[in-house]
């Protein structure tokens, strides 16, 4: 049973799911290493939970999220993009956490509106916009169609933790979870890029230039490894690529 919960600092764990037996994402894509569904806690003074999960691990998913907090004490879901994989338990998670405000963009919170089946408290996040969690600032950078409209970037500042859902992520499960102590993942972080963010280029390179003044200690993304030791190798890798795949002077 998949019962991990992983320590990244003293105030943030992973509490996602491993799927190492997953053998196609979205009918287009093969995943050979099988995937992650990445999920975060900030234990902070406002407690507050990052991306959830994938419904069919629904119990796994809410086990974990008992072991590092009260449902009763979150206080935000951040939702960086409304995919099945990152929201498909959002509504488990608020039949117990019924004090909890979900957070995203505009277009987020209306996608959820429409999927998630009651009502919800929620708080719509433009680019630039802070959350004071107490003893925590989170910040929001606007990133969208990567790969969907909805998408955003959470910054946590006093840990420089940057959340980015599916960019600088990739379809690849292993325990270690951090980029340090993992096989070697290139193979599958190229083909993420090439299959699911490639239309995309020319607003990876705009969302990178946006946190290129970010003072960046780890990358958390919604998928694969945890960059902790050198998150700056897949920035500049995106970058590479989505200068070659972009198109000059318009949208992708």
């Not at 053998?23 to 290493?33: A, H, L, Q, S």
């Not at 929201?87 to 039949?95: A, K, R």
């Not at 408290?121 to 989170?138: A, C, E, F, Q, R």
């Not at 998150?231 to 000059?248: D, F, H, I, L, N």
């Amino acid at each position: 049973m998949d019962d991990k919960v992983l320590t990244i600092n003293d105030s943030v764990k992973w509490v996602g799911i491993l799927d190492p037996g997953l053998i196609t994402f979205d009918v287009v894509m093969e995943t050979k290493y099988g995937t992650t569904y990445n999920s975060y806690f900030i234990d902070a003074d406002k407690k507050a939970i990052i991306e959830t999960s994938k419904e069919p691990f629904k119990e796994v998913y809410l086990d974990k999220i008992k072991k590092v907090v009260g449902f009763e004490d979150i206080e935000y879901i951040i939702l960086n993009h409304t995919e099945p994989d990152h929201s498909g338990n959002l509504t488990h998670l608020l039949d117990f956490a019924t004090n909890a405000t979900v957070v995203g963009s505009r277009s987020a919170i209306n996608f959820l509106k429409n999927m998630v089946d009651k009502e919800f408290k929620y708080m719509i996040v433009s680019h630039g916009d802070k959350l004071s969690l107490g003893n925590k600032t989170l910040k929001f950078i606007s990133a969208p169609f990567l790969h969907w409209p909805d998408t955003m970037f959470t910054y946590l500042e006093e840990d420089r933790m940057l959340f980015t859902c599916d960019v600088f992520g990739c379809h690849y499960c292993d325990e270690r979870m951090f980029d340090d102590l993992v096989d070697d993942f290139d193979d599958a972080f190229e083909y993420y890029f090439r299959v699911i963010l490639k239309p995309f280029s020319n607003y990876m390179l705009e969302a990178i230039d946006k946190i290129k003044d970010l003072d960046i200690h780890t990358i958390c993304p919604g998928h694969g490894p945890i960059l902790r030791s050198n998150w700056q190798k897949y920035v500049e890798w995106s970058k590479k690529m989505a200068r070659r795949y972009g198109k000059k002077g318009r949208k992708t």
